[in-house]
């Protein structure tokens, strides 16, 4: 028992030359700060962001009972609620009065905030020339803002 006090386990990385059989050891950082930043969590599952300088990473950590039937589903239907979870609390809708709601385009006034939210979709399938798309897409939102100008300079 009285090893344990005179040894300490420290976690690293070692490089090793392979040539000159040189060894560098980079302990990792212990400064208290969490290498993970958790965005979502479902049991012991969870989506998180690396928070690395050099590379940073989105990862998905799933974990299935070991007596599940069918391990793989239970993994996409974790990772179908979590997903849908994440979109709902990374694009939350601007609340306010509706100025224009089309098929591919909606433009929202929050007077409230004085912020106006513009959603614009495209499908790049059905429509090859997104380019075009796009200017029809931002024509219509300008003639939105003209339609509806006394509204926005008395939201400012």
Same mark, same amino acid.
């Given at each position: 028992?009285? +090893?344990?006090?005179?040894?300490? $386990?420290?976690?690293?990385?070692?490089?090793? !030359? %392979?040539? %000159?059989f040189d #060894?560098?050891?980079?302990?990792? !950082?212990?400064?208290?700060?969490?290498?993970?930043?958790?965005?979502?969590? #479902?049991?012991?599952?969870?989506?998180?962001?690396?928070?690395?300088?050099?590379?940073?990473?989105?990862?998905?950590?799933?974990?299935?009972?070991?007596? +599940?039937? +069918?391990?793989?589903? %239970?993994?996409?239907?974790?990772?179908?609620?979590?997903?849908?979870?994440?979109?709902?609390?990374?694009?939350?809708?601007?609340?306010?009065?509706?100025?224009?709601?089309?098929? $591919?385009?909606?433009?929202?006034?929050?007077?409230?905030?004085?912020?106006?939210? #513009?959603?614009?979709?495209?499908d790049l399938?059905?429509?090859?020339?997104?380019?075009?798309?796009?200017? !029809?897409? #931002?024509?219509?939102? $300008?003639?939105?803002?003209? %339609? $509806?100008?006394t509204s926005?300079? !008395?939201?400012?």
């Amino acid at each position: 028992m009285s +090893d344990n006090k005179k040894t300490r $386990n420290i976690r690293g990385v070692v490089k090793v !030359n %392979t040539e %000159t059989f040189d #060894m560098t050891f980079k302990p990792y !950082n212990e400064t208290g700060e969490p290498a993970q930043f958790v965005i979502e969590k #479902m049991g012991d599952s969870k989506i998180y962001e690396t928070l690395g300088e050099k590379k940073s990473r989105t990862v998905a950590h799933l974990v299935a009972k070991a007596g +599940d039937p +069918d391990p793989l589903v %239970t993994f996409y239907e974790q990772l179908d609620r979590m997903g849908r979870s994440m979109q709902t609390k990374a694009k939350p809708k601007l609340k306010g009065r509706t100025l224009m709601d089309e098929e $591919n385009a909606r433009v929202t006034l929050s007077k409230k905030e004085s912020r106006i939210e #513009m959603v614009l979709g495209i499908d790049l399938k059905a429509t090859p020339n997104y380019n075009q798309a796009l200017m !029809n897409l #931002m024509y219509k939102v $300008n003639q939105c803002f003209a %339609t $509806n100008q006394t509204s926005l300079c !008395n939201a400012r």
